[in-house]
């Protein structure tokens, strides 16, 4: 089945406390995206991948850090977490056209 | 700059149609994609239309796009109450690809019966 999976899919952690959220996809795709969701502001683009070793900053980069050693998988990495980066995570892998997957989301709460 | 509008709240009674409208502010968008969120789940892709087109229907979903206005609408025929979630709308102006997707904030569908 095709898919995209992360984990954990919830996270409570304190403030400064590194973290990583791993993300694999099963598609064989070229692009991965990390977003975030926050209520009233839909879904904001963290970092992508255009493909292994190829990283680039989004919308929202800043506390946040991605690596791509392998194309299936595209962790997503915070180095000192805040509470301001509470919010709801999604992993997408996408083909060069045609729509993006996601994965069933990270819930991280930083205290 | 990019920026993608649509209106947070959306009703529907059940068997009538859904349209839910967006608009977006990027000329060079190359793609426009609708995907539904049910509670506790990701996106799901519904649907996307290539920015040559002017309307795509698949089953029960139309999408329509005026490019001169930069109005995309997604209508949902016979609503059902499984068609209850949040729609997105998206675009991508990427050269590339699909590498970089500009959502707006999301509608809220509801379901009356």
């Known amino acids: 089945e095709a898919q995209v999976t992360q984990n954990p899919r919830y996270l409570i952690t304190v403030t400064g406390k590194k973290l990583t959220v791993t993300c694999s996809q099963n598609?064989?795709?070229?692009?991965m995206s990390w977003y975030r969701q926050d209520p009233g502001l839909g879904l904001r683009q963290i970092y992508y991948?255009?493909?292994?070793?190829?990283?680039d900053k989004g919308d929202v980069p800043e506390g946040y850090k991605v690596s791509r050693k392998e194309k299936r998988n595209f962790p997503l990495i915070l180095e000192s977490p805040s509470p301001n980066q509470t919010s709801l995570y999604f992993c997408a892998s996408s083909p060069r056209t045609g729509g993006a997957f996601f994965g069933q989301g990270t819930r991280l709460t930083v205290v | 700059g990019e920026d993608v509008e649509q209106s947070l709240f959306l009703s529907v009674r059940e068997g009538d149609s859904s349209v839910i409208n967006c608009t977006y502010t990027?000329?060079?968008?190359?793609?426009l994609y609708w995907y539904k969120q049910e509670p506790g789940a990701g996106l799901q892709l519904l649907t996307y239309i290539f920015s040559n087109m002017d309307m795509k229907q698949d089953q029960r979903l139309t999408v329509l796009l005026n490019k001169k206005d930069k109005h995309l609408s997604l209508r949902i025929a016979d609503t059902q109450t499984g068609d209850s979630a949040i729609y997105f709308c998206a675009e991508s102006i990427s050269n590339f690809g699909n590498e970089k997707l500009t959502f707006g904030t999301g509608t809220r569908l509801t379901i009356i019966p």
């Open positions: 598609m064989n795709h070229e692009y």
């Open positions: 990027d000329s060079s968008s190359t793609y």
């Open positions: 991948s255009m493909n292994v070793e190829v990283t």
